[in-house]
């Protein structure tokens, strides 16, 4: 179950993750806390919590509240579609984006995300019926490795434990030393793919699971990208980013009476992002232009009343029938334009910057 505070908010992935790794790795973890490690206890298994507890540890921290994960999602679809008229990959009209920090952890609402997503009839939810999205989600991004970038998602979906991704993107880099999209391999978790066929999985789905996991990390992958892009940016971007506490006076003390270590060597605050003005009549106006193209498609019965001369109409069978000239079509809505454009606004449309990223916490 996805656990929340005393506020009714779910609890940071990022916090459930230490806390979870940290005891499991010091022998302390329960096993209704922690089904993974005491169902299939591994090396392979401890080897990765080993890393990803001092990776998160050291990482640079960012919270996107649901308004700000939204935001950056309006900006990739705004660049899906350009990608879409010009053929260029996503990333590439993004632009050279450099991570803040050697190791980055970006966590965000995927539950909200789903919502929003439906909410303002975004592209992708065209054939959804209701909102698509569940519990936290949380990217690991690892630029240590002169090799490669090794990319990370966790997902604590809503009613769920805490489960170890079954599968990391390392993504390559060119002999210039630039990342390289094109060139990702799909590291497999071989201690999930043990505890998957303990759990009585077969192989195809298996493979189903590193898959959907595989596109799912990919696609909202641009969302701490289009973060990091507006941070450098000189306006930001329409974002606010503000200093918050992670681990509390009370969590600090907490760990020290009973020996956690593991919340001690965390960072105790992070960076809450939201939006400020300029964001919100970003996300205004699309709503009000995807809202006008639906009610205009909705709109639309037919062609414009008009005159079709006489012509002869065939017919599989061999069958020949002379139509008489006739009106077709119905007459001209007065508020419907024949030229959909919808409202749009340049006034609320940022760029992004590739200048250098910030370094200071």
């Known amino acids: 179950m996805?656990?929340?505070n005393s506020f009714g908010c779910p609890i940071m992935l990022y916090k459930s993750l230490i806390s979870l790794y940290g005891s499991s790795l010091a022998g302390k973890s329960l096993p209704t806390?922690?089904?993974v490690w005491h169902f299939t206890p591994s090396e392979d298994l401890r080897l990765f919590r080993d890393y990803a507890l001092d990776a998160?540890?050291?990482?640079?921290?960012?919270l996107l509240d649901h308004l700000a994960a939204a935001y950056a999602d309006t900006l990739h679809e705004a660049v899906a579609e350009e990608a879409a008229e010009?053929?260029?990959p996503a990333m590439e009209i993004l632009g050279e984006v450099k991570l803040p920090a050697d190791i980055v952890w970006v966590e965000f609402d995927d539950r909200a995300l789903g919502a929003a997503r439906f909410n303002r009839a975004s592209p992708v939810t065209r054939y959804d019926e209701k909102p698509i999205g569940t519990?936290?989600?949380?990217y690991l991004l690892d630029d240590r490795n002169q090799a490669h970038l090794r990319i990370t998602m966790f997902h604590r979906r809503e009613n769920s434990r805490v489960v170890d991704p079954i599968c990391s993107l390392?993504?390559?880099?060119?002999?210039?030393?630039r990342l390289n999209y094109d060139d990702v391999v799909v590291d497999l978790?071989?201690?999930?793919?043990?505890?998957?066929?303990r759990s009585g999985d077969t192989l195809e789905m298996i493979h189903e699971r590193r898959t959907v996991h595989q596109v799912e990390t990919g696609y909202d992958l641009f969302i701490p990208y289009a973060l990091f892009a507006m941070l450098v940016s000189p306006d930001l971007g329409g974002i606010i980013p503000t200093e918050t506490e992670t681990f509390t006076n009370k969590?600090?003390?907490?760990?020290?009476?009973?020996?956690?270590?593991?919340?001690l060597g965390a960072r105790k605050s992070h960076l809450t992002i939201r939006i400020g003005p300029q964001a919100a009549a970003h996300m205004a106006e699309r709503t009000a232009r995807l809202e006008f193209e639906r009610q205009a498609r909705e709109s639309r019965n037919g062609p414009i009343r008009h005159w079709v001369a006489e012509h002869e109409r065939h017919y599989r069978s061999g069958k020949v029938v002379l139509v008489k000239g006739h009106h077709r079509g119905h007459a001209r809505a007065p508020d419907l334009p024949t030229r959909v454009m919808g409202p749009r606004s340049d006034a609320v449309r940022f760029e992004l910057s590739n200048t250098k990223p910030r370094t200071e916490d």
Do not use: H, P
Request: charged share 30%; aromatic share 8%.
């Open 2 to 4: 996805l656990v929340r």
């Open 86 to 88: 010009t053929g260029l």
């Open 135 to 138: 519990g936290l989600r949380g």
């Open 33 to 35: 806390e922690d089904l």
């Open 189 to 197: 978790s071989r201690s999930m793919v043990e505890y998957r066929l």
């Open 56 to 62: 998160l540890q050291q990482a640079k921290v960012y």
């Open 170 to 177: 390392l993504v390559k880099r060119t002999a210039e030393g």
């Open 251 to 263: 969590d600090t003390k907490t760990a020290r009476k009973f020996g956690k270590s593991w919340i």
